[in-house]
């Protein structure tokens, strides 16, 4: 059984659909990237998972999610607080923003380890998570503010804060947006680290197909609410079979290959609500067919352990 599985989820905005029936699993111990660009939905399915949603405006409109085999949809109250932190944890793309900036870092991992692990609520817990995290001389670190730290500091604090509870799943959303390169890969590799030391399962929710391949298992796609392919990292990077699978592994640079400019897609996501009635990536499509533009592709197996949705993949 996977540790999470999301079937045929719906999530509306009053009467906008902004999820439109995504289905995914994470196994434990598994690193699944969830990819696309701006706008298609990927940060509030990741937020639907804890039932982080505010609802109103959100409505969870169909489908499930199954953590650990139960159904967050119908938790109560109490049960949506175990499992948050419990067993699943996030960490947020602008650090600086997540942390409070009038609490002492210390205090804040504090917290987290009195709302889930009390009996580890102390000092010499702080500093090992500090620790494991990689952040230099955590005695002195725990009684400074967030303001005191660099971004890649900042990040490293929300990652200890996040796995002070022990989950079994951690959700990094962007986690290394409003980072430099060199700082972005420290994180990637930290978090590859963590995942390996503490068997945990991550969600990595990322645009950047640059830094899918350094840590994913698996990547599904996403575009315009919906997922349009999912394989294991090394096939997907390596044989795309979308087209916007396609387009977004040309538009990132590569090391000795010589190109003028980079590729671009072009147009935008559509608007949620304004959705093509057909292939939601057919205007933007360079190989679209005339059936495109008015039937609704399907997410089907294409191959074994994968699924794309495009009936023209081949």
Request: glycine share 8%; hydrophobic share 40%; with cysteine.
């Amino acid at each position: 059984m996977p540790l999470l599985e999301i079937r045929g989820l719906q999530i509306d905005y009053g009467s906008v659909r902004v999820v439109d029936g995504v289905s995914l699993s994470v196994d434990e111990g598994e690193t699944l990237c969830l990819v696309g660009e701006s706008g298609c939905g990927k940060s509030v399915t990741a937020l639907s998972i804890a039932r982080l949603l505010a609802t109103p405006p959100a409505r969870y409109a169909g489908g499930e999610i199954l953590l650990q085999g139960r159904d967050v949809l119908r938790m109560s109250s109490v049960e949506l607080r175990n499992i948050r932190g419990g067993v699943v944890s996030y960490v947020f793309q602008e650090p600086g923003a997540s942390l409070n900036p009038v609490m002492r870092i210390g205090a804040q991992i504090r917290e987290m380890l009195t709302e889930h692990r009390p009996a580890w609520a102390n000092e010499n817990e702080i500093i090992r998570l500090l620790k494991l995290v990689g952040i230099p001389a955590p005695e002195s670190r725990i009684r400074e503010y967030p303001h005191q730290l660099s971004g890649g500091m900042q990040q490293r604090a929300m990652i200890a804060m996040a796995l002070a509870s022990e989950p079994k799943l951690l959700i990094a959303d962007e986690p290394t947006t409003a980072l430099d390169v060199t700082i972005q890969a420290q994180i990637i590799e930290l978090l590859r680290e963590l995942q390996q030391q503490l068997g945990m399962a991550i969600l990595l929710i990322t645009h950047n197909l640059g830094i899918v391949g350094d840590i994913a298992d698996r990547v599904a796609v996403m575009y315009a609410g919906q997922i349009v392919e999912e394989a294991a990292a090394d096939t997907l990077l390596r044989q795309p079979l979308h087209p916007y699978t396609q387009a977004l592994i040309r538009s990132v640079p590569h090391i000795g290959r010589e190109r003028q400019r980079l590729e671009s897609i072009p147009g935008a996501v559509p608007v949620p609500g304004n959705w093509p009635a057909g292939c939601r990536f057919e205007p933007r499509c360079p190989v679209a067919h005339p059936e495109c533009a008015t039937n609704p592709p399907r997410l089907a197996d294409a191959k074994p352990d994968r699924r794309v949705r495009c009936p023209f993949w081949e």
